[in-house]
Nanobody, 123 residues
């Protein structure tokens, strides 16, 4: 069982930056690939970024590539999402998720989800 708690969301102006954190419980965090997803009002949940269990591989949605960076610190059981050059269209609730087997952009492959943190980007 893994419990995930996101933090770091808030209100920021377009062009600004935020860093989201996702703290995981449990001793097996380093065994899980981690992902970030987001859901805007009236829209389906979409993939943002993923990182392998070791942190050696990362994968991004085209919409955030070059602006967002996913990283993890297995000693702290935490995964991060650094978001730069934010745009109003990045406004959404951001969720982190953990995947025990494999990794990727499909939300259906993830086993555990956090409650989400709101990110609002004003124009």
């Amino acid at each position: 069982q893994v419990q995930l708690v996101e933090s770091g969301g808030g209100l920021v102006q377009a062009g600004g930056s935020l860093r989201l954190s996702c703290a995981a419980s449990g001793r097996t965090f380093s065994s899980y690939a981690m992902g970030w997803f987001r859901q805007a009002p009236g829209k389906e949940r979409e993939f943002v970024a993923a990182i392998s269990w070791s942190g050696g591989s990362t994968y991004y949605a085209d919409s955030v590539k070059g602006r967002f960076t996913i990283s993890r610190d297995n000693a702290k059981n935490t995964v991060y999402l650094q978001m730069n050059s934010l745009k109003p269209e990045d406004t959404a609730v951001y969720y982190c998720a953990a995947q025990r087997v494999g990794w990727g952009s499909s939300g259906g492959g993830y086993d555990y989800w956090g409650q989400g943190t709101q990110v609002t980007v004003s124009s």
